[in-house]
């Protein structure tokens, strides 16, 4: 299992374009993948309850992925979280 | 072989298959299932069918939209995707035993109500994507052909009960021929629309979509306004030789392209192209429009789920004053309103809206859209001859209170150290019947009219252009109209002002003897109206309209103006 804990940087928060590259990373990769927020978890690969989450800027969230790709899984998110200057 | 009579919206002459633009029916009844297995393979199915059509879709908008347009298909393909959706779906069909109609229906509902719930604008728009998705996958299920206009790939005329300006950006211009519709007249998108892409329009055929099938095949004759459906062979023939001698026509006029506009008697009037985006630039040129007489900023706005950034406006301004190279070009302010909403504002429904919160009123109102576009139009200013013309004027409070917002914008914008041009004509449009009777008092302040003979048709005659029950009261022609028109023309002369027209009159065969005659300064038009107007125009007499203008003005009636003007042209 990996973990790691993120801050919303965007000032448009996560919404649908992100929340849509997003996904399609974490479809990448076989572990189960969940984005926690306030006490919820979602699916990460499921982009109606990323967008649902409605992540705004400054908001705190973890990512979790569980399996055998779950390191790789979360080094990629990470990535694709920096490199748009979504989260940190 | 049956033949439509429509209102003639765009000339020209075209024959294809026809594209039904229509709307399907999906609806269905809830159904109790036996076998869930052979119901979950029909969801399946049916979603497998809508992401390949998305994907194509999705190929197509990058090519001729780019990656922006693009992008909102890929969070589709995603929604069809999506575990935590498709899951609850297969889960109600297993444990309800319900069609998959049904259960797709349910669920996607309630992902719909979800997202309308939330605090964020943003994310309550999203729920319009679910129920797009929503009504892809019920078509296939349905088996009924949903129209996604942007996966047209072949010649086509479109036929619909009326377009919307979200319709005609779908479009692929390469292969519409035609546009066929059954309600609307002259003025209305579609014929705009059809008239700026130079492709022929019959509207308001009451019953084109009832009688036209998908893949019938049709004639489009945009100068009689007749559709031709299933024709014989014999029948092609004559319209691909009409078909030809329009071509001829149009190169006889294509002549004239570097030509200046000058009467018989040697005055010269500018012929000015009205257009909506600066794709419409390069038929400006090729139809040898001397200006742009009327920029409708409205389509920047349009189609779209937020306003348009400073930075987006000032490039397209900026792209169409350098195109037109030191030509005049008039922009015309935002005028939404009307016909023309704009959903993100999410402004109140009105009962009124063609007397009610648009244009100016809306501008005046919410300062903060209004203050963007002016800084824009300012900051581009110093790339070309740009004129600015405020819409909807009633009053000369109006236009004060629209001058010293712009003035306030100039001089906080030059205070920044931007540059803007020294000198930029403001101008009215004259188009509420109070403003052309108190011409001569806004003659003082304005640089310049332009006549929107659409709205100032309407609201004389009191007849809402959109309802064809009274538009027999559209009248362009009717005395009252000339005598307005020649209100607005005396008083901007008086105070060694212009005036210009930039409605659908200033095109027309009828109407140019007569304005002509009343003195009209600029005539802005179709582009492809053009040529035909300078031809006609190079073969009258200034002094000759001028007493055919007078003895107008002292007729009664709109078809003794016509029979007096027919009569003058045919000596």
């Not at chain 1, 927020?37 to 989450?53: A, P």
């Not at chain 2, 009209?520 to 009258?540: G, K, Y």
Request: aromatic share 6%; hydrophobic share 40%.
């Amino acid at each position: 299992m990996a973990e790691k804990q993120f801050t919303v940087i965007d000032k448009t928060g996560i919404h649908a374009r992100p929340a849509t590259q997003l996904v399609s990373t974490a479809n990448q990769f076989k572990s189960d993948i969940f984005i926690l927020h306030k006490g919820k978890e979602v699916n990460f690969k499921s982009v109606l309850g990323v967008m649902s989450l409605g992540l705004g800027m400054g908001e705190e969230f973890t990512i979790r992925a569980e399996g055998e790709d779950a390191e790789k899984a979360l080094e990629e998110l990470e990535n694709t979280l920096q490199k748009e200057g979504l989260a940190k | 072989m049956k033949i439509l009579q429509g209102i003639a919206a765009s000339s020209g002459i075209s024959m294809a298959k026809a594209y039904r633009l229509i709307e399907p029916d999906l609806t269905f009844e809830k159904q109790k299932i036996e076998d869930v297995d052979a119901e979950t393979l029909r969801l399946d199915e049916s979603i497998t069918a809508s992401i390949r059509e998305l994907e194509a879709i999705q190929q197509n908008a990058e090519k001729e939209l780019g990656g922006d347009e693009a992008a909102i298909f890929n969070a589709h393909i995603l929604v069809l995707k999506d575990p935590e959706l498709i899951g609850p779906i297969k889960e109600k069909i297993r444990t309800d035993k319900v069609n998959a109609e049904h259960a797709l229906k349910e669920t996607t509902d309630m992902f719909i109500a979800m997202f309308e719930s939330m605090d964020n604008e943003y994310m309550r728009e999203r729920a319009a994507d679910i129920r797009d998705v929503t009504k892809r996958v019920l078509s296939h299920l349905l088996g009924v052909k949903a129209a996604s206009p942007s996966t047209i790939s072949e010649e086509v005329i479109i036929i619909a009960d009326d377009l919307t300006p979200s319709d005609t950006a779908q479009l692929n211009r390469k292969f519409v021929k035609a546009f066929a519709t059954d309600i609307g007249g002259r003025t209305s998108h579609s014929a705009i629309m059809a008239r700026s892409l130079e492709i022929p329009a019959v509207v308001g055929t009451k019953e084109a979509t009832q009688h036209i099938q998908d893949g019938d095949f049709v004639i489009v004759d945009g100068m009689e306004g007749t559709l031709i459906v299933n024709p014989t062979e014999e029948v092609i023939a004559e319209y691909r030789e009409a078909q030809q001698k329009f071509a001829e026509q149009k190169a006889e006029w294509a002549k004239l392209v570097d030509e200046k506009t000058v009467s018989l008697d040697g005055k010269h009037v500018e012929l000015a192209a009205n257009i909506g985006t600066p794709d419409d630039l390069d038929g400006v040129k090729a139809n040898g429009g001397e200006g742009i007489g009327l920029y409708r900023t409205e389509f920047l706005y349009m189609g779209r789920d937020q306003l348009p950034t400073e930075e987006e406006q000032f490039e397209a301004y900026k792209k169409v004053l350098e195109g037109m190279d030191g030509k005049p070009v008039i922009v015309r302010t935002l005028d939404i309103g009307g016909d023309k909403e704009l959903p993100y504002l999410e402004l109140p429904e009105e009962l009124n809206p063609f007397l009610g919160f648009r244009a100016i009123r809306l501008c005046l109102e919410e300062q903060e859209i209004f203050r963007t576009q002016l800084r824009a139009l300012l900051r581009a200013s110093i790339y070309g001859n740009l004129k600015i013309m405020f819409p909807m004027i009633a009053t000369l409070q109006e236009f004060r209170q629209a001058k010293a917002i712009l003035e306030e914008e100039k001089d906080s914008l030059m205070k920044a150290g931007e540059k803007v041009a020294d000198h930029i004509e403001l101008g009215i449009m004259v188009e509420i019947p109070s403003t052309a009777v108190m011409a001569d008092q806004f003659a003082k302040e304005v640089d310049f009219f332009s006549i929107g003979t659409n709205d100032l048709i309407q609201y004389t005659m009191a007849a809402d252009r959109m309802n064809e029950r009274v538009s027999y009261l559209y009248q362009p022609y009717n005395p009252a109209i000339l005598r307005l028109v020649k209100n607005v023309i005396d008083a901007s002369h008086r105070e060694g002002k212009w005036t210009g027209m930039c409605g659908e009159m200033a095109g027309d065969e009828l109407a140019i003897p007569l304005l002509l005659g009343l003195g009209l300064d600029e005539f802005s038009m179709s582009a492809t109206s053009i040529l035909r107007a300078r031809s006609q125009i190079r073969n009258l007499s200034k002094l000759e309209m001028e007493k055919l203008a007078e003895k107008a003005l002292e007729l009664g009636t709109a078809e003794e103006v016509v029979q007096l003007v027919k009569e003058t042209l045919s000596e």
